[in-house]
């Protein structure tokens, strides 16, 4: 089976209905990997309000293959600390839809992500995962990356 041919998309203005609407779809997949509980309901008009006040840095992109939406990808580049000559992506959100899982989309998507970033001079790309969430973990490491910290929270 040949690599399907993805390419990652920024998404304009016009598509954050688009775009938060698939987010959607996402966050409700993640739900039984949620192990702390914030404080307040998640509301994803909250948080499409709070990603779009901040997008300094921040990149919203399509999963792009046969000309069709097959997912999503949030980033943020920072400079990297402590030398901040160095940048830094982190890939907040990475989600793929359904039908097109297990044929190589992901793959060619992080891929993507990463030619893109190499040619950028990124230092480093990381990506956050649910800590319960073990189909993400093995997805990760099947693309190359290591478990490199562990961040731990609490309501307070």
């Known amino acids: 089976m040949s690599e399907p041919t993805v390419s990652l998309v920024p998404v304009d203005e016009t598509e954050y209905d688009d775009f938060f609407e698939m987010f959607e779809v996402y966050d409700a997949e993640l739900q039984p990997f949620e192990t702390v509980q914030p404080q307040q309901d998640f509301s994803i008009d909250a948080y499409r309000q709070a990603v779009l006040a901040?997008?300094?840095?921040?990149?919203?992109?399509?999963?792009?293959?046969?000309?069709?939406?097959?997912?999503?990808?949030?980033?943020?580049?920072?400079?990297?600390?402590?030398?901040?000559?160095?940048?830094?992506?982190?890939?907040s959100e990475?989600?793929?839809?359904?039908?097109?899982?297990?044929?190589?989309?992901?793959?060619?998507?992080?891929?993507?992500?990463?030619?893109?970033?190499?040619?950028?001079?990124?230092?480093?790309?990381?990506?956050?995962?649910?800590?319960?969430?073990?189909?993400?973990?093995?997805?990760?490491?099947?693309v190359g990356f290591e478990v490199q910290f562990l961040q731990t929270s609490r309501s307070p």
């Open 54 to 91: 901040d997008m300094a840095g921040r990149e919203l992109m399509w999963v792009m293959t046969d000309d069709r939406r097959a997912g999503l990808v949030m980033t943020r580049t920072t400079p990297d600390w402590p030398d901040d000559r160095d940048e830094t992506v982190s890939i």
């Open 94 to 142: 990475f989600y793929i839809v359904p039908s097109r899982r297990r044929v190589g989309v992901g793959r060619a998507a992080v891929e993507a992500l990463m030619a893109e970033h190499r040619r950028r001079g990124t230092a480093l790309v990381q990506a956050a995962i649910l800590r319960e969430n073990e189909g993400a973990f093995a997805f990760w490491a099947s």
